[in-house]
């Protein structure tokens, strides 16, 4: 009798060893995971087990070690001994709980989770191996803790958020296990693992750290990638419905001005257009005194200039991710323990400046596409520049049918559309320049890079909406010009987004298709129907 064939998929296994987690890797932990499980390597956990040896023989030695024998924060001047050691640290957990506001979307929590056990990793914390392979048993056991996203300034990093993954790693708060709320007590005996007791500066270097914005800044710049392709179908397909001048993107004038982000942005709107962007229109009048032109010689900023927006979110993605895979393979927090030296070393590791930086520039760089794709959208919507195409976008009606002058079509979309891209330019404010000196003036400048990393992913999901109605005018516009105007890659577009969001035939509400098509661009499913179509054509 054969076997049946398992089908389930098989899992792959990222090898945490606090030096070559990638982006990509927690992205995938955090939003797919079960295609993935986590596991300790071994030279990392020898590392971590040689630096928690370190540890104890210091706190036996009768050395003050911050946080470990002494108070936290300004109370670093009373010294407990040995025996207070672990009550320390429980009591640290249970001071922090305190954030408010909404709780962190389940990814979040992951990747915040997969970060926080990689950095432990690099082995300078002085924890135990077990610490960190309790922590990689709640991620594969999809246990995960209710973190609210408030409460946190990012220096002494994230606190108050990382407290809660403490807790629950000693049975203690409320998590998500597969998905059902419950105490982490509950989830932990349903899942078969035991609770931890911490010992000395495990609560610490729990929540010691810049795991928690840098969960929140891997998945806003993960998103950001496919709104910059999303953008630059977009004002491929605003050329294609408009007819518009493809010579905008003709290689030469790239060439002559290369920035890394501008020439990709540019190769991306060329592929998509299958056009020839080199040719002129081989109209010559040499002896015309004057002619009104039947179309312009350039086409709008918002289309003619759009690699020149979407470039510079490239190229900032490019350097944020730079500092962001640096930040996670990083032992962030304080302090750490050198144990070819025998000594603790006091810093402040846990400050998360890099982060606030890159999120205050990646937000900036977001809107700035959103209000782009906003404006093009007036010019496909707005029956005094889309070149013919009905007002609104509505579908055509005989003069004489009842219908006539009833229908709206996308005067509601244009709305949202500038609602969001007003919203999120206001977000756009640097988060990194609000520091403020709090917990008694020891903590008297510090990052802000939580709120800047926050701030990021709100910016990322209001320009998915406004790409999404966008992209849904433009297979309206194409539906009503012809699909002639399409080539193959904006037709795959078009058949995607038909997949999901029916031609506008008369007025009704558009809110859920905005939302399916915003997940279709989110989950990369736009992109690779595209890419099918231009996988080797880009230059």
Known sequence: MATPTDHRPQLRVVQLDGRTLTLDDIVGLARRPELRAVALDEKAARRIGESNE?????????????????????????????????????????????????????????????????????????????????????????????IPERGTVGASGDLVPLSYLAAALTGHG?????????????????????????????????????????????????????????ADLCTAMTSQVLLGNPGHFAPFLFDAKPHDGVLHSASVIRAALFADTTAD?????????????????????????APHV?????????????????????????????????????????????????????????ASVGDLLDRQLELVVDEKFNNGLTPNLIPRVEDGDYEAGLFHGFKGM????????????????????????????????VSMGTIAARDARSVVHLVQRITAIHLIALCQAADLRGHDVLSAPTAAAHGAVREVCDFLDRDRAMDSDIERVASLIGSGELR???????????R
Not at 293 to 305: G, M, N, T
Not at 335 to 357: D, K, M, S
Not at 528 to 537: D, K, N
Request: proline share 4%; hydrophobic share 40%.
């Open 54 to 146: 370190l540890k104890h023989r210091l706190i036996d030695s009768g050395a003050p070690i911050y946080g470990v024998t002494s108070g936290f924060g300004d109370s670093n001047r009373r010294q407990v001994s040995k025996r207070k050691t672990s009550d320390l640290q429980d009591n640290l957990v249970r001071f922090l709980s305190a954030g408010v506001g909404p709780y962190a979307e389940p990814d979040v929590v992951r990747a915040t989770m997969v970060v926080r056990a990689n950095c432990l990793a690099r082995g300078h914390s002085g924890v135990r191996p077990e610490l960190v392979s309790g922590l990689l048993d709640l991620i594969n056991a999809d246990v995960l803790p209710m």
């Open 174 to 230: 409320r998590v998500l296990h597969r998905g059902e709320e419950t105490s982490a007590a509950e989830a932990l005996t349903a899942a078969g693992l035991h609770p931890l007791e911490l010992e000395a500066k495990e609560g610490l270097a729990m929540v010691n750290g810049t795991s928690f914005m840098s969960g929140f800044a891997v998945l806003a710049l993960q998103d950001a990638a496919e709104l910059a392709f999303a």
């Open 281 to 305: 229109d081989g109209v010559r009048r040499p002896d015309t005194d004057f002619v009104e032109l039947e179309r312009p010689i350039q086409d709008a900023y918002s289309v003619r200039c």
């Open 310 to 366: 979407t470039g510079v979110l490239r190229d900032t993605s490019d350097w944020a991710r730079h500092w962001l895979t640096v930040e996670v393979n990083s032992a962030n927090d304080n302090p750490l323990f050198e144990v070819p030296a025998g000594a603790v070393r006091n810093g402040g590791n846990f400050y998360g400046g890099h982060v606030a930086q890159a999120m205050d520039a990646l937000k900036t760089a977001v």
């Open 414 to 445: 244009q709305i949202v559309a500038s609602s969001l891209a007003a919203e999120a330019l206001k977000w756009t404010m640097p988060a990194a320049s609000f520091s403020r000196s709090t917990e008694a003036h020891n903590q008297d400048k």
């Open 528 to 538: 690779a129907a595209v890419e099918l179509y231009t996988e080797g054509v880009t």
